[in-house]
């Protein structure tokens, strides 16, 4: 069984901060996985934001709309790890963010097909 670990998760002051969230997994190897990130603010239903499809000839990503050009996801083999690079961030983008691993290996946007979940980060973006 696929544990994951979010990391990296914080206070940003003013519009246009940025940070890297990192997604560390053991127990399994995450080049085989698709991988999703989601959030999930105060009130709100848990949000899609950016997925990527297991290692392969041809990888594939995808975004949620509002994301695109500002988020970026990225996997590291050798350190079994994954990555959300989100630039130019929002006070609308504070939520609890989340890592998720997909056996299929699709990356769907869906998260109900999604098996294994990290216990999330917080993100705080201060206007």
């Known amino acids: 069984q696929v544990q994951l670990v979010e990391s990296g998760g914080g206070l940003v002051h003013a519009t246009g901060g940025s940070l890297r969230l990192s997604c560390a997994a053991s127990?399994?190897?995450?080049?085989?996985?698709?991988l999703g990130w989601f959030r999930q603010a105060p009130g709100k239903d848990r949000e899609f934001v950016a997925a990527i499809s297991r290692s392969g000839p041809v990888t594939y990503t995808s975004y949620a709309d509002s994301m695109k050009g500002r988020f970026t996801i990225s996997r590291d083999n050798a350190k079994n790890t994954a990555y959300l690079q989100m630039n130019s961030l929002k006070p609308e983008d504070t939520a609890v963010y989340y890592c998720?691993?997909?056996?299929?290996?699709?990356?769907?946007?869906?998260?109900?097909?999604?098996?294994?979940w990290g216990q999330g980060t917080q993100v705080t973006v201060s206007s």
């Open positions: 998720a691993a997909d056996k299929t290996g699709r990356g769907p946007r869906k998260g109900d097909e999604y098996a294994y």
């Open positions: 127990g399994g190897t995450l080049s085989m996985y698709g």
